[in-house]
Nanobody, 124 residues
Framework: VQLQASGGGLVQTGGSLRLSCAFSGGAFSRYTMGWFRQALGKEREFVAAFRWTGATAYAASVKGRFTVSRDIRKNTVYLQMNSLQLEDTALYYC???????????????????WGQGTQVTVSS
C-alpha cells in the first residue's frame, strides 16, 4: 500500500484547507483511513478517521471544524479543515489499515501504512 498526502500550506487563522491522501496498492474500499498530525516538539496525535464501513471519528479538538470523507472512485480520502487555528499547525499524515476495529481507529499503532506527511502552517 502506498499513500501520498497533499494539500498542505500556509493559511491565516480562520481559513480553510483541504488535504488529500491518494491510496494505491490495495482494495481501498476495505481500508480504514486515518489522519494524524505531529506538531514540532510534540507527539503524534489522532485527528480523524474514516472506517471502511463509513463510520467516522474525530478528535475533540477538531470536531465541528474538520470533516473526513472518501471518494472510492478516486481512491482518495480527504480532510476538509475549516476555522483553522494556530494550534492546528503540524505535519499531517494519512494512514491506512485493513484490519482495524472500531475501538482502535483513533490509535496510531493500529495502522500499518503511512504516507509522507504534508505541512499545515496557520499564521495569525
Amino acid at each position: 500500500v502506498q499513500l501520498q498526502a497533499s494539500g498542505g500550506g500556509l493559511v491565516q487563522t480562520g481559513g480553510s484547507l483541504r488535504l488529500s491522501c491518494a491510496f494505491s496498492g490495495g482494495a481501498f474500499s476495505r481500508y480504514t483511513m486515518g489522519w494524524f498530525r505531529q506538531a514540532l516538539g510534540k507527539e503524534r496525535e489522532f485527528v480523524a478517521a474514516f472506517r471502511w464501513t463509513g463510520a467516522t471519528a474525530y478528535a475533540a479538538s477538531v470536531k465541528g471544524r474538520f470533516t473526513v470523507s472518501r471518494d472510492i472512485r478516486k481512491n482518495t480520502v480527504y480532510l476538509q479543515m475549516n476555522s483553522l487555528q494556530l494550534e492546528d499547525t503540524a505535519l499531517y499524515y494519512c494512514a491506512a489499515d485493513a484490519g482495524i476495529i472500531a475501538s482502535t481507529m483513533t490509535n496510531a499503532q493500529a495502522y500499518d501504512n503511512w504516507g509522507q506527511g504534508t505541512q499545515v502552517t496557520v499564521s495569525s
